[in-house]
T-cell receptor, first 114, second 115 residues
Framework: AQKVTQAQTEISVVEKEDVTLDCVYETRDTTYYLFWYKQPPSGELVFLIRRNSFDEQNEISGRYSWNFQKSTSSFNFTITASQVVDSAVYFCALSENTGNQFYFGTGTSLTVIP | EPEVTQTPSHQVTQMGQEVILRCVPISNHLYFYWYRQILGQKVEFLVSFYNNEISEKSEIFDDQFSVERPDGSNFTLKIRSTKLEDSAMYFC?????????????FGQGTRLTVV
C-alpha cells in the first residue's frame, strides 16, 4: 500500500494564480513528520517545509502555506501568487517514528504559465 | 551553505559493467542514504548507512548493490553488473542525526544511463 499518495500528477496554472497540491498519507505511527520537497527541472531535491504530527496549526511562510489535517491524513501545500519559477515537480514525504527512511509520493508536476 | 555533492552528474555505462557513484555528505552529518528515481517516477529508498554499516535497505538493494564510506568523507554506491533497468537518477542524502524530525539534505543527483 502506498504510504504517501499524491493524486494530482500534473497541474497547470496561469501566473499569479494560487495553487494547492494535495497529499494524503498513511501510517500507523502516532508520531511522524511530513515534508514537502521541490524538484526543479535541474533535478535536485530541495527541502521546502516540515510539519510534525502533533502540530496541526497551519502556517504561512511567504508565498507558501500548508494545511495539515490529521483527521483526513492530509498535508496539502499551497503556493499563492504563483510564479514561473515555481514550475517543478513537488514531492510530499513521510518520516515515521519507526525506521529512518523517507517515503515519497509520486510527485505533482506543476507548470506555471506566464 | 553546506551541501551534499555528487559526482559525476551524468554517467553512461554499458550493460554488465560496474559503476561507482560518489557522494560527499555534509561534514557533520551522521546518517547517509541512497535513493533512486526512475525517470518520471517517484523517489525510492535504497539504503541507509550509519556508523559504517547498513542500517536499513529496501528490496531494490540486492546483491548487485553495495555501499561504502572508504575515507570518512566519501560515501559511494557501487552497482556490480549494471542492467538496463538500473537507469535512473540516483540521489545521495544525509541527515545530521537520527530522528524523523530532521529533513534529509539531498545532492543534485547522478543520472545513470545503462546502454
Amino acid at each position: 500500500a502506498q504510504k504517501v499518495t499524491q493524486a494530482q500528477t500534473e497541474i497547470s496554472v496561469v501566473e499569479k494564480e494560487d495553487v494547492t497540491l494535495d497529499c494524503v498519507y498513511e501510517t500507523r505511527d502516532t508520531t511522524y513528520y511530513l515534508f514537502w520537497y521541490k524538484q526543479p527541472p535541474s533535478g535536485e531535491l530541495v527541502f521546502l517545509i516540515r510539519r510534525n504530527s502533533f502540530d496541526e496549526q497551519n502556517e504561512i511562510s511567504g508565498r507558501y502555506s500548508w494545511n495539515f489535517q490529521k483527521s483526513t491524513s492530509s498535508f496539502n501545500f499551497t503556493i499563492t501568487a504563483s510564479q514561473v519559477v515555481d514550475s517543478a515537480v513537488y514531492f510530499c514525504a513521510l518520516s515515521e517514528n519507526t525506521g529512518n527512511q523517507f517515503y515519497f509520493g509520486t510527485g505533482t508536476s506543476l507548470t506555471v504559465i506566464p | 551553505e553546506p551541501e551534499v555533492t555528487q559526482t559525476p552528474s551524468h554517467q553512461v555505462t554499458q550493460m554488465g559493467q560496474e559503476v561507482i557513484l560518489r557522494c560527499v555528505p555534509i561534514s557533520n552529518h551522521l546518517y547517509f542514504y541512497w535513493y533512486r528515481q526512475i525517470l518520471g517516477q517517484k523517489v525510492e529508498f535504497l539504503v541507509s548507512f550509519y556508523n559504517n554499516e547498513i542500517s536499513e535497505k529496501s528490496e531494490i538493494f540486492d546483491d548487485q548493490f553495495s555501499v561504502e564510506r572508504p575515507d570518512g568523507s566519501n560515501f559511494t554506491l557501487k552497482i556490480r553488473s549494471t542492467k538496463l533497468e538500473d537507469s535512473a537518477m540516483y540521489f545521495c542524502a544525509s541527515r545530521p542525526r537520527q530522528g524523523m524530525s530532521t529533513e534529509a539534505f539531498f545532492g543534485q543527483g547522478t543520472r545513470l544511463t545503462v546502454v
